[in-house]
């Protein structure tokens, strides 16, 4: 294991052991991965995402007031659904070590797993501290139990501190149902990360968004999240990246796009979702 710098939550340097990070992950809830992503990876995915809203207000606009963008409040711009519009982000996506930790530690309930979400947030300064809170309140009507049945993935685009808001975990508060009474903000710390450096938690652990203190320093995340392949995913992504967008990314991000099934789960007239592909 890594030193404890950040907060006590489990830090691992490159290259990054599969059963250290998964032991660290399913006991405590959370791990950092230092320098998960090159700066030049985040600076590529900042600079994409300026682009692509310079180029289409309308679609910040819509962020702004959609259920996720009302969710989150004026103080935080989003922009949903990546894959298909943000050119690097299917690469963003499958970062190795990432995915396949979560194919690892979801696949004691499922053989197949899914891209939960993919997004952008902007929290600017003013932005409140969120509600302690667990990302499985999705599927609030599904106990919760000893194997995670989703990830959560915070990547750092800049420098999370203490001031601008870093995301707050509560370690060991994994496990309980998804609307489970939140711990006492006193057994929360803070993940203070620099630019690439990413924090994985189980989506049942209860976390929460900071509050941004600074005068000017917004806080830039790329989030993601992995699921089991039997629970509906956040994003639609049927309808963000159509068979004919599909068609051109790389074989492992259609499955998690959902052009896969799991057993008899999502099939596309009676079959293997990837037949669509070909009929694109
Ligand atoms: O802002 C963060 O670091 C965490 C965000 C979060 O948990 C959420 O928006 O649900």
Same mark, same amino acid.
């Given at each position: 294991m890594g030193n404890d710098e950040a907060g006590g939550i489990p830090r691992l340097d490159r290259p990054y052991g599969p059963d250290q990070l998964d032991t660290a992950l399913l006991t405590r809830g959370a791990v950092i991965l230092s320098e998960a992503y090159s700066s030049e990876q985040c600076e590529t995915f900042l600079a994409q995402v300026a682009a692509y809203v310079q180029e289409h207000p309308e679609e910040a606009e819509y962020a702004a007031g959609s259920v996720l963008g009302y969710f989150q409040g004026e103080t935080t711009s989003t922009l949903h659904s990546l894959v298909g519009t943000i050119p690097c982000a299917p690469s963003m996506v499958l970062q190795k070590d990432i995915v396949d930790c979560a194919r690892r530690v979801l696949n004691p309930l499922s053989d197949t797993i899914l891209l939960t979400i993919a997004e952008y947030m902007a929290r600017q300064p003013a932005a409140e501290r969120q509600q302690l *809170?667990?990302?499985?309140f999705s599927w609030r009507h599904f106990p919760g139990g000893e194997h995670p049945v989703a990830l959560t993935v915070m990547a750092a685009m800049t420098d999370f501190t203490a001031e601008n808001g870093a995301t707050w975990v509560v370690l060991d508060s994994h496990g309980g149902a998804p609307d489970a009474q939140a711990p006492d903000w006193s057994e929360a710390v803070q993940a203070e990360m620099k630019q690439g450096d990413a924090l994985l938690f189980r989506a049942d652990l209860f976390h929460a968004g900071g509050a941004n203190t600074t005068e000017s320093d917004v806080r830039r995340i790329f989030s993601m999240g992995f699921q089991v392949a039997w629970l509906r995913t956040v994003e639609n992504h049927a309808l963000s990246v159509p068979p004919a967008k599909a068609m051109g990314l790389p074989c492992e991000l259609q499955e998690l796009l959902g052009?896969? *099934?799991e057993l008899v789960l999502g099939l596309y007239k009676g079959g293997d979702p990837k037949n669509s592909l070909k009929l694109a």
């Amino acid at each position: 294991m890594g030193n404890d710098e950040a907060g006590g939550i489990p830090r691992l340097d490159r290259p990054y052991g599969p059963d250290q990070l998964d032991t660290a992950l399913l006991t405590r809830g959370a791990v950092i991965l230092s320098e998960a992503y090159s700066s030049e990876q985040c600076e590529t995915f900042l600079a994409q995402v300026a682009a692509y809203v310079q180029e289409h207000p309308e679609e910040a606009e819509y962020a702004a007031g959609s259920v996720l963008g009302y969710f989150q409040g004026e103080t935080t711009s989003t922009l949903h659904s990546l894959v298909g519009t943000i050119p690097c982000a299917p690469s963003m996506v499958l970062q190795k070590d990432i995915v396949d930790c979560a194919r690892r530690v979801l696949n004691p309930l499922s053989d197949t797993i899914l891209l939960t979400i993919a997004e952008y947030m902007a929290r600017q300064p003013a932005a409140e501290r969120q509600q302690l *809170h667990r990302d499985t309140f999705s599927w609030r009507h599904f106990p919760g139990g000893e194997h995670p049945v989703a990830l959560t993935v915070m990547a750092a685009m800049t420098d999370f501190t203490a001031e601008n808001g870093a995301t707050w975990v509560v370690l060991d508060s994994h496990g309980g149902a998804p609307d489970a009474q939140a711990p006492d903000w006193s057994e929360a710390v803070q993940a203070e990360m620099k630019q690439g450096d990413a924090l994985l938690f189980r989506a049942d652990l209860f976390h929460a968004g900071g509050a941004n203190t600074t005068e000017s320093d917004v806080r830039r995340i790329f989030s993601m999240g992995f699921q089991v392949a039997w629970l509906r995913t956040v994003e639609n992504h049927a309808l963000s990246v159509p068979p004919a967008k599909a068609m051109g990314l790389p074989c492992e991000l259609q499955e998690l796009l959902g052009y896969s *099934h799991e057993l008899v789960l999502g099939l596309y007239k009676g079959g293997d979702p990837k037949n669509s592909l070909k009929l694109a």
